[in-house]
């Protein structure tokens, strides 16, 4: 089920960024990131808090705008998109927020609906919920189907989030950080989860987190982020080199916890 | 971010009132080009004027019944010094429905309805699930914003002819205990002073009542920031705000109702 890269193979490149520079007033962010995702691998970001795993993913969505730099995804530069054609590219994207943000006042079945009934009116209402009823299988969360999100646990919530986002078939996953604030047992579920959907809809990932079993288990690739750029990108143990005094850091933290 | 946000031009408020400014008319722009995109929300648009009404109901019923009895307790005796007493019906139309309808449903709808929008957008602007539409390739501005500023330009003016209709029924209760008049005949004297114009115009100030209610409860909700604080605050401001600018339509248009009747 992992998927191991060869050096030398050609591979498809679903996403690229280059010299991507995000900054906040005076605060810099994103320092000239470059960044190749190939088709089928999870691509893993770690990185400690506030350092920008999550303002690199939002801009590879379309959420934020680059000051500097390219974004690439499928071969169309995101910030460059009219409202249209961002929307039909979306459609291919499924990002699961680091909060989940299910939308609180609908039940999970108008969740999961929500954009399939705008975006592929030509599905009968039997199709919808058949396809509502097949995610919801896929993530082990049937009986919750007429629940509101707030009858729900932090690890259903997750479940329910990446449910959302399969719902549309996406070839690209962007995971927020899909595991933070779990308890271990729930963490390894979502892991598996994450590989799961990654065999069984073949989708090409990037999965931000700074849990470092999220990233072995998940990762085909991991890249290290810190003061605005890759410090390190690679395999796990390529990355998890114990000389790198950086990486050691890291390391330890995580370990002790 | 290009502008560093420590320069201001002049006073940290004044910059930021001009710079609401430039972005709510951005914000009705952006409202009206989406209102004629397909596709149509028409489902959430009634599920929204439902919750206009339901929201405001109670409260509207309650203030304008009050008001009516009060109004009419209170203007009896000058009139009754002057020996018109038997213009009181008259009074009690014309105030209602040129001034008291209105401006209460308007006052009433803002703090009610405008603060629910302005939290409820606030809440889903700092929990990502604005972001979560964008995302999901549903447009959040149609089906959010479009719709409840449609639901309150559409409720306002029905709210309003409904609060006038509450207010003389009020009012009635005094004038039958004090002078036995029947229904028909109160009703028919409190309308022969209303004029076709005073209607509309009722009418006219409402559906910008509403619309006002509408676009900045959802402009201060959409832009809300910092996390729960900023919901309570885009909420406490879309109050405000949409007040003082109902204050301020209601003063322009009494100009311009007197001036199209000619006084
Ligand atoms: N909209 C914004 N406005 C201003 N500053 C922002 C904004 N979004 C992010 N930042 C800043 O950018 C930096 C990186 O934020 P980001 O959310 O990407 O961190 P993160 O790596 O995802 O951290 P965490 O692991 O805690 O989620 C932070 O210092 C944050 O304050
Ligand atoms: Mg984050």
Redo the contacts with the bound molecule.
């Keep these: 089920m992992k998927y191991n890269i060869q050096q030398g193979e050609s591979r498809d490149i679903v996403i690229s960024v280059s010299d991507l520079h995000i900054s906040?007033?005076r605060?810099a962010?994103l320092k000239g990131i470059d960044l190749e995702v190939y088709k089928g691998e999870n691509f893993v970001v770690l990185?400690?808090?506030?350092?920008?795993?999550?303002?690199?993913i939002k801009t590879i969505a379309g959420l934020l705008k680059p000051d500097k730099g390219i974004v690439n995804v499928l071969g169309l530069q995101v910030d460059k998109l009219k409202v249209h054609d961002l929307q039909k590219l979306r459609l291919k994207m499924g990002f699961i927020f680091?909060s989940s943000a299910l939308y609180d006042s609908m039940t999970i079945r108008e969740n999961l609906e929500f954009s399939l009934v705008r975006n592929f009116k030509h599905m009968t209402a039997r199709e919808v919920l058949k396809a509502v009823e097949e995610v919801l299988d896929a993530v082990g969360l049937r009986e919750k189907i007429n629940e509101m999100p707030s009858e729900l646990s932090g690890g259903q919530i997750k479940r329910i989030g990446i449910a959302r986002t399969l719902i549309i078939r996406p070839e690209i996953m962007l995971y927020?950080?899909p595991t933070a604030g779990l308890d271990p047992i729930t963490c390894t579920e979502i892991n598996q989860l994450i590989n799961e959907v990654q065999s069984r809809y073949n989708t090409t990932s990037i999965i931000?987190t700074?849990d470092l079993t999220c990233a072995k288990t998940t990762g085909t690739r991991i890249a290290l982020l810190q003061d605005g750029n890759f410090i390190r990108m690679g395999s796990f143990t390529d990355v998890f080199d114990p000389g790198d005094s950086r990486v050691k850091s890291f390391y330890d933290y995580n370990f002790i916890q | 971010m290009k502008k560093n946000s420590k320069e201001f031009v002049f006073s940290r408020r004044v910059d930021a009132f001009f710079l609401d400014v430039v972005s709510i008319h951005k914000f009705i722009t952006r409202f009206f080009k989406e209102l004629f995109r397909r596709p149509f929300e028409f489902k959430e648009i009634i599920h929204q004027c439902y919750v206009v009404g339901v929201k405001s109901l109670l409260l509207i019923s309650l203030t304008g019944f009050v008001i009516g009895i009060v109004f009419t307790k209170q203007s009896r005796p000058p009139l009754v010094a002057f020996g018109a007493a038997s213009w009181l019906p008259s009074l009690i139309g014309i105030a209602f429905v040129r001034a008291i309808g209105p401006l209460v449903t308007a006052l009433i709808a803002a703090g009610k309805v405008g603060s629910n929008i302005g939290a409820e957008l606030g809440s889903m602007k700092v929990t990502e699930q604005i972001d979560a539409m964008d995302v999901s390739a549903v447009n959040p501005f149609k089906y959010l914003v479009v719709t409840r500023v449609v639901a309150t330009t559409v409720m306002l003016p029905i709210l309003m002819l409904y609060c006038t209709l509450v207010g003389m029924m009020g009012s009635y209760l005094n004038v039958h205990a004090n002078e036995l008049t029947s229904l028909v005949s109160y009703f028919d004297h409190a309308f022969s002073s209303v004029s076709f114009i005073d209607v509309w115009s009722a009418v006219i100030r409402s559906f910008f009542y509403g619309f006002t209610i509408g676009i900045v409860g959802c402009y201060r909700g959409f832009n809300a920031t910092n996390g729960t604080q900023g919901v309570g605050k885009a909420a406490n401001r879309a109050v405000v705000f949409s007040m003082f600018l109902i204050f301020a339509e209601e003063l322009v248009a009494v100009q311009i109702t007197n001036w199209i009747n000619g006084i």
């Design positions: 906040f007033g605060l962010v990185g400690r808090s506030g350092s920008g795993k999550s303002v690199l680091q927020d950080e931000i700074h």
